[in-house]
């Protein structure tokens, strides 16, 4: 699969999918219908066919691959996981999002259950699903799991590391947005601190600090602050941008 991976990624979507296709038929007849690598080239061909835009047959293709990996490995395995949270990321593009929290929350409980609430993978699926509330402005069901992010990334990472400061800025945003923006400045600031002694003052991470905390200070009428600290990170007037991956 790896020249069909090749032309996936040079955009020749037809022709890594008749190669995918190709090795379907291949593992298939080799392995089964109902083996573990079966599964993969299921996952891999169901990821292009989403890009092709059929997001029916992807779903099709990635309920096969969890079908079997649920069969063949387990339902605690972490490639199951993965076959969970991709259908996840599938059912979110056709709208179907009750759903596809559900299948965020079975990945989340899972890792915490194999991996330990502190490993980095648990940590990344609750910020996976922190972020789906944030951005249905369900803010009250966001803050509890940004603030349960904040505190694992702050063991896991250490209080100064980009992406916990990351975390950091995104549940100020949230604070901002439920209209909390003492609280949300305090944290934004001291996100903006790191990031900007860490990355740096041009770095895109430190940027969004500075943009969440000049919006806080203008919520709190502090309007000649906010103003000096977007000009001196070369930002423009308030924006209401989504909480933003901490894993990027």
Request: net charge negative.
């Amino acid at each position: 699969m790896d020249l069909a991976r090749l032309l996936q990624g040079q955009g020749d979507l037809a022709a890594a999918r008749h190669l995918y296709e190709r090795a379907l038929a291949i593992r298939e007849k080799a392995f089964g219908t109902e083996h573990p690598d079966t599964a993969s080239n299921l996952e891999a061909l169901g990821h292009l066919v989403m890009d092709q835009g059929d997001l029916t047959k992807a779903g099709l293709l990635f309920e096969s691959a969890l079908a079997i990996r649920e069969k063949t490995l387990g339902h605690d395995d972490p490639d199951t996981v993965r076959s969970l949270s991709n259908l996840a990321y599938l059912l979110e593009a056709q709208g179907n999002v009750a759903d596809a929290w559900q299948l965020h929350e079975r990945a989340l409980a899972i890792r915490q259950k194999m991996l330990g609430p502190e490993h980095s993978d648990t940590v990344d699926s609750l910020l996976v699903l922190a972020m789906r509330p944030a951005m249905a402005e369900d803010f009250s069901r966001a803050r509890p799991l940004y603030e349960r992010a904040l505190a694992l990334t702050q063991q896991v990472l250490g209080p100064e590391a980009p992406g916990t400061n990351r975390v950091r800025s995104n549940l100020s945003r949230i604070l901002l947005s439920a209209g909390e923006p003492t609280e949300a400045v305090g944290l934004s600031a001291a996100a903006l601190a790191a990031h900007d002694n860490v990355l740096g003052r041009d770095h895109a991470w430190t940027k969004d600090s500075a943009r969440v905390t000049a919006d806080a200070l203008d919520a709190l009428g502090r309007t000649e602050e906010a103003k000096t600290l977007r000009e001196r990170y070369g930002l423009t007037g308030p924006e209401n941008l989504e909480p933003l991956s901490a894993s990027k």
